[in-house]
């Protein structure tokens, strides 16, 4: 008796579909080598879970329109968790044969871009704050940041750095090199410590670091 890897056969569909290697019925039949009724009956389930998405076009010569498939947002994701999968498999490997060493020095390369491209950002926007310099920074970078403003204290204020996303959520809760080399390397740039109060990888919500603006005697004496 043959047995059928359903949930096999669906991530190749969707393999096919993500590459634009094939999207319609006929054309995905024709590169698994099932019928078209196979392939219609993985296609609704995908549609079901919300991985695939459809839209009619219109058919050469006579018939009905045919229908060709698209990843949605869900199904993106689906690839986005094995890459997460892949990116652990290489820092434990990386943990296992060159130590803690390897994998922060790692993680310090990875974060190189806030050091690379700060000073360039805040010479071309000087009106921005250090903290919205970071923001657009990160940004650039798919971390989604934007900056909240926080009450002053006497003559001390602060702003929130706030990262709606992060590309390395999952990985850096088992390696948490990656967000302390991101926070030394944002510290470094403004020349001053930095509290990061919540971050992704631990189940928060948004990644949050405190960043302290110059008090008013401070920026009179750096005039």
């Known amino acids: 008796m043959k047995i059928v890897d359903e949930h096999g056969t669906r991530d190749r569909i969707l393999r096919l579909i993500h590459d634009g290697t094939a999207t319609s019925v006929a054309d995905l039949a024709a590169h698994l080598g099932l019928s078209a009724a196979g392939i219609r009956r993985h296609l609704d389930q995908l549609l079901d879970e919300g991985a695939v998405s459809a839209r009619a076009v219109k058919a050469v010569g006579r018939g009905r329109p045919a229908r060709v ?21 290489a820092l434990r490997f990386l943990a296992e044969t060159g130590g803690d060493d390897a994998v ?15 000073a360039a950002v805040a010479e071309e926007h000087p ?3 250090p903290a919205q310099v970071l923001a657009r920074v990160l940004s650039d970078e798919g971390y989604a940041a934007g900056v909240r403003h926080l009450p002053i204290v006497g003559n001390a204020g602060a702003e929130q750095l706030c990262q709606q996303h992060c590309p390395v959520s999952h990985v850096a809760h088992e390696f948490p090199q990656l967000c302390e080399a991101e926070t030394e390397a944002i510290a470094r740039v403004l020349g001053s410590h930095v509290q990061r109060l919540a971050t992704i990888a631990h189940g928060d919500a948004v990644c949050t670091t405190c960043i ?12």
């Open 127 to 129: 009106d921005l704050s």
């Open 104 to 118: 922060r020095a790692f993680a310090q390369r990875r974060v190189a871009f806030i050091e690379r491209d700060y």
């Open 69 to 89: 498939f698209a990843l949605t947002d869900e199904g993106r994701h689906r690839f986005e968790q094995r890459y997460d999968q892949l990116a652990a498999d």
């Open 212 to 223: 302290p603006t110059p008090s008013a005697t401070q920026r009179k004496a750096s005039r």
